[in-house]
């Protein structure tokens, strides 16, 4: 299996523009879930998909931010209106389902940053 | 409340030593998982190692050993050999029970090793 990417890699946009982030999952995995990263932290998580259906969203997912997986293959992250504390690295994660062993494998990670 | 601590910020290692990295876990859920995560300066987490709370032995990868103590609730890693490819940032990870997919991640330790 090739693994998950993320495009782009980094970001640099001025506050209050849109942004727009692709994960590809590794195949056959039917979770897809995302994580925000801030500088010195462990990631927090923010949403995940199993298919298509968006199953759960963090506190931390203002309406600012929007995710969808459509078909259940890639899944994109949309930042509307980005603010400087948005600066973050973005990693996207995918599993296969099963079980309570279920590993999570991540991508390289988007690294935004907001001027 | 905090559920993953790890209380070792940075550490350093002198290669072909083996190192210890702590993480303590809170829940209440008898169900849970515990994962470590490596992430060298490119950013990418790498799953190392994975133990599940009614697993009777403790987890073993290659150069990676997990040090699992369910009554003091520690899952601590121990990276035998070390080798100067291993510094990185290392994160204990946890997932509370068979329905929820989400991980809850430490605040992480740098390890770094000195030839």
């Known amino acids: 299996d090739t693994g998950v990417s993320q495009d782009p890699r980094h970001k640099i946009t001025k506050r209050g523009q849109n942004v727009t982030f692709r994960c590809d999952p590794i195949?056959?995995?039917?979770?897809l879930y995302w994580y925000r990263q801030t500088l010195g932290q462990g990631p927090e998580f923010l949403t995940y998909f199993q298919n298509e259906a968006q199953l759960e969203k963090s506190r931390l997912l203002s309406d600012r931010f929007s995710a969808e997986r459509p078909k259940g293959s890639f899944s994109t992250l949309e930042i509307q209106r980005t603010e400087q504390g948005d600066s973050a690295m973005y990693l996207c994660?995918?599993?296969?389902?099963?079980?309570?062993?279920?590993?999570?494998?991540f991508g390289p990670g988007t690294r935004l940053t907001v001027l | 409340a905090q559920k993953i601590t790890q209380t070792q910020p940075g550490m350093f290692v002198q290669e072909k030593e083996a190192v210890t990295l702590d993480c303590t876990y809170d829940?209440?859920?008898?169900?849970?998982?515990l994962f470590w995560y490596k992430q060298p300066s490119s950013g990418e987490m790498i799953f190392l190692i994975y133990?599940?709370?009614?697993?009777?032995q403790n987890a073993t990868e290659g150069r990676y050993s997990l040090n699992f103590q369910k009554a003091r609730k520690s899952a601590n890693l121990v990276i035998s050999a070390s080798q100067l490819g291993d510094s990185a940032m290392y994160f204990c990870a946890m997932r509370e029970g068979i329905d929820d997919y989400k991980l809850s991640f430490g605040a992480g330790t740098t390890v770094t090793v000195r030839a």
């Open positions: 829940t209440s859920d008898p169900s849970y998982g």
């Open positions: 195949s056959e995995h039917n979770r």
């Open positions: 133990q599940g709370s009614y697993d009777q």
């Open positions: 994660a995918s599993s296969r389902g099963q079980g309570i062993a279920d590993t999570q494998y």
